[in-house]
């Protein structure tokens, strides 16, 4: 079983589309993240969630949406595409809001064209 | 501001060698100090972490080496393998609701055979 398990692995869509990423955890964790990796492989924090509740939303533009419906699920939410949010998506989980032993999924390579 | 500084950007040893990679930090509060692996297609997976009150941690062929006051960590995989070539990442997070994982950004590491 997938500890973390995003889908899809890859997506490539048109500039302007809306889309999601779907994030699912079965290691019981309370906290879960979104962090963003560009072509240069840099990791950044996007959106934390402790709980189902939001408590980190780093400068990241509204037309992100982050949705946890329950504890173990955190769902990425694209409004109105645009070439620069073409990267790598991955998503995290913790079981402390410090991301102390923090294990991630596979990824979602975003390509917008 | 980047608040995890590593260094190589990237890494050439020889197979059986010893790799290091260094990381500064500049926050005072973080208190926790892992290493993550990633791998082409993959998500960074946990490799090793330390806390401030230990100086050295090894687990196998890995040791994170830690020194407090110059506010600096490294990495040493020792005896280097074609298969430890891959991205390694530095973090660093401080205890809180607030915390989350801040990464540098990344080594990449070849271990020529």
């Known amino acids: 079983d997938t500890a973390v398990s995003q889908t899809p692995k890859y997506l490539v869509t048109q500039m302007g589309n809306d889309k999601s990423i779907k994030c699912e955890q079965n290691?019981?964790?309370?906290?879960m993240y979104w962090y963003k990796q560009d072509s240069k492989k840099f990791l950044k924090i996007m959106f934390s969630?402790?709980?189902?509740?939001?408590?980190i939303n780093e400068t990241v533009p509204n037309r992100f949406s982050p949705k946890s419906p329950d504890k173990a699920h955190l769902n990425l939410h694209i409004n109105s595409l645009e070439l620069g949010d073409s990267a790598v998506y991955f998503c995290?989980?913790?079981?402390?809001?410090?991301?102390?032993?923090?294990?991630f999924g596979q990824g979602t390579r975003l390509t917008v064209v | 501001q980047q608040q995890v500084k590593q260094s190589p950007q990237s890494l050439i040893v020889q197979k059986g060698g010893i790799s290091i990679i260094n990381c500064a930090y500049e926050?005072?509060?973080?208190?926790?100090f892992p290493w993550y692996q990633q791998f082409p297609g993959k998500g960074p997976a946990l490799l090793i972490a330390?806390?401030?009150?230990?100086s050295e941690k090894k687990e196998g062929r890995f040791t994170i080496s830690f020194n407090k006051s110059a506010k600096q960590f490294s990495l040493h995989i020792m005896d280097s393998q074609p298969g430890d070539s891959a991205t390694y990442f530095c973090?660093?997070?401080?205890?809180?609701?607030?915390?989350?994982?801040?990464f540098g950004k990344g080594t990449k590491l070849s271990v020529k055979p």
């Open positions: 973090a660093a997070s401080h205890g809180g609701s607030q915390g989350n994982l801040i």
């Open positions: 995290a989980s913790s079981p402390t809001p410090a991301g102390t032993e923090a294990f």
């Open positions: 926050n005072t509060a973080f208190d926790y």
């Open positions: 330390i806390r401030p009150d230990v």
């Open positions: 290691l019981g964790h309370d906290t």
């Open positions: 969630y402790n709980n189902k509740e939001l408590i």
